[in-house]
């Protein structure tokens, strides 16, 4: 390839395409987050979305080209929700020094997230896989979306889920921390590793390394604890 335009001739004609837009929204995305001092309302995964999204609507784009060529990017996601263990390996010295208050915020976390939504979806009516696909919404993606698929939801919804959780987590987690009086980052962290996963654990690390350590064990451990917790509610009180 001699020019750029040889460049974007071959891959305007191949899937790739949609797997280097992706990958350029995301640059871009995280670098105007970064201009903007690491402001919530330019989460970059939020940003990539609405860029993406644009694009697929303004050209008429099926989601299922778009997917043929950004492929590569789900296919990491198994091995990301692999490499969550390895962090919680790493910490645990300092997972083993919190244990007793680091597991009741994880019982109650965990149970508070999968009830609420059985309690809402039951007010308003939700059809059963609906209300499966919302139950694990607080885990990260691939636990979630395997969770949801084992139990006769929609992978998909449930993928939807956890991406509005996890920006939703991170817009609002440093204002309504301050506005409580949360000082302890270990605290801050753990609260939104363990609500919002991955995009919480992120915004976490932006506010503060300690907050972002403990987000990241949260968010592990609510993986593990979740896949028990979800299975469990959704044949007791759902009979499924």
Not at 85 to 112: C, F, H, M, R, T
Not at 211 to 226: Q, S
Request: glycine residues 8%; charged residues 10%; proline residues 6%.
């Amino acid at each position: 390839m001699r020019s750029p335009v040889d460049l974007w001739v071959y891959l305007s004609t191949s899937p790739l395409i949609w797997l280097t837009l992706t990958v350029c929204t995301w640059i871009g995305a995280v670098e105007l987050s970064v201009r903007l001092k690491r402001n919530p309302l330019v989460n970059p995964v939020m940003t990539s979305i609405i860029v993406l999204s644009i694009v697929m609507t303004v050209f008429h784009i099926p989601y299922e080209k778009f997917f043929a060529g950004a492929q590569f990017v789900h296919f990491l996601l198994g091995p990301a929700t692999v490499a969550i263990a390895v962090p919680l390996y790493l910490q645990w010295d300092e997972v083993k020094k919190v244990l007793a208050p680091i597991g009741v915020a994880l019982a109650v976390g965990s149970l508070v997230a999968v009830l609420s939504v059985m309690v809402l979806g039951w007010l308003v009516g939700l059809p059963r896989d609906v209300l499966i696909s919302f139950l694990p919404k607080s885990a990260t993606a691939g636990v979630a979306m395997a969770i949801s698929s084992s139990l006769g939801g929609n992978p998909s919804l449930t993928a939807v889920l956890v991406i509005l959780t996890g920006i939703t987590g991170a817009l609002i987690v440093t204002p309504m921390m301050n506005r409580m009086g949360i000082r302890d980052y270990a605290a801050r962290g753990f609260a939104v590793g363990l609500t919002s996963h991955g995009i919480g654990t992120a915004r976490a690390y932006d506010v503060d390394p300690t907050a972002g350590l403990f987000a990241g064990m949260a968010m592990a451990l609510n993986a593990i604890a979740t896949s028990i917790i979800v299975p469990l509610a959704a044949r007791l009180l759902l009979g499924s």
